[in-house]
Each structure stands twice: as structure tokens, then as C-alpha cells.
């Protein structure tokens, strides 16, 4: 393995989630306050469970990039480019976005990475994914490949 990434929500998302509690147990506060307590912890364990195994895995081994449930193989792989920059990251998302694109975006990883897919039979003109560490991924990629072509 070249390279590995959860890209999991930070921990403002796991507070923001921690919010299930209290309403939980206000529901429940008339008819039952044990049971309440019970099923607020519950679904907060549920729901954080839920976002840490919803976060994709981007992963570059010796032949393949894979990003969640995606696979391509490094010889079909060309340009490759990774936007640190929120702003540059937020336009390859919206504006520029190009129709075909593979995405796998989100809200709480703000940078991300392109890499184009030139394989002729595939019509995907290239995948647009975010991460924590852009520059990491496109170099581990860069790596994976210059070791391939060798």
C-alpha cells in the first residue's frame, strides 16, 4: 500500500451530531426518562457510526486508485492535479464540473484532487474526489506510476 486515507468528518460534525441527544431525550422525558437516555445514546452511537463508515477510503497500491467503492488502474490514469486552495477546490465542484465526472465530494473535506481517466472505452473523462491531504494523494500516485512504467 502506497497510500491510504479515511477521509472522516471532523470532530464539529461528530458535536453537531452529539445534538440527537438532548432531542431524544425530550421526546421521550414524558413517557419514559430511563429509556430515553437509552435510545439518545443509541442513536448518537448509531449515527456516529454511520458517519465514520460513510466516509470513503482513498487508497494507491501498486496498480490501482481506489476511492470509496471505485477502482482504475494506474495505467489509465493521466493528469493529475490536487486543489489545497478551498476557492479552486469549490469551482472544480460547481462551475467547472464537468458533467461526465466521477465525484466523490465532501462538505467537510474542503480540498480535493482530479485525476484524469484516459482510457478510450471509458467515458468518464476524469474523477474529482476530495481529501484531506491533496498533495499527498497525487504524489503517492505520481510514485505508484513511475514504478509501474519501470
Known amino acids: 500500500m502506497t497510500y491510504r486515507e479515511r477521509v472522516t468528518p471532523g470532530w464539529l460534525t461528530f458535536l453537531a451530531a452529539a445534538m440527537i441527544v438532548p432531542a431524544v431525550i425530550v421526546v421521550f422525558l ?25 466516509s470513503p477510503i482513498i487508497e494507491v497500491d501498486a496498480k490501482t486508485l481506489r476511492v470509496g467503492s471505485a ?59 476530495s481529501t484531506r491531504d491533496p498533495e499527498a494523494v497525487v504524489a503517492a500516485i505520481r510514485s505508484a506510476k513511475a514504478r509501474l512504467n519501470s
Request: proline residues 8%; hydrophobic residues 45%.
Open 30 to 54: 414524558p413517557i419514559n426518562p430511563i429509556v430515553g437516555i437509552i435510545l439518545a445514546i443509541v442513536s448518537f452511537a448509531g449515527l456516529c457510526l454511520f458517519l465514520y463508515n460513510g
Open 71 to 129: 477502482r482504475v488502474p494506474l495505467r489509465d490514469l493521466g493528469e493529475l492535479e490536487a486543489f489545497t486552495d478551498r476557492a479552486a477546490a469549490r469551482e472544480q465542484a460547481g462551475p467547472k464540473l464537468d458533467a461526465r465526472a466521477w465525484t466523490c465530494l465532501r462538505g467537510w473535506a474542503p480540498q480535493s484532487a482530479r485525476v484524469e481517466i484516459t482510457d478510450e472505452h471509458d467515458p468518464i473523462p476524469y474523477w474529482l474526489f
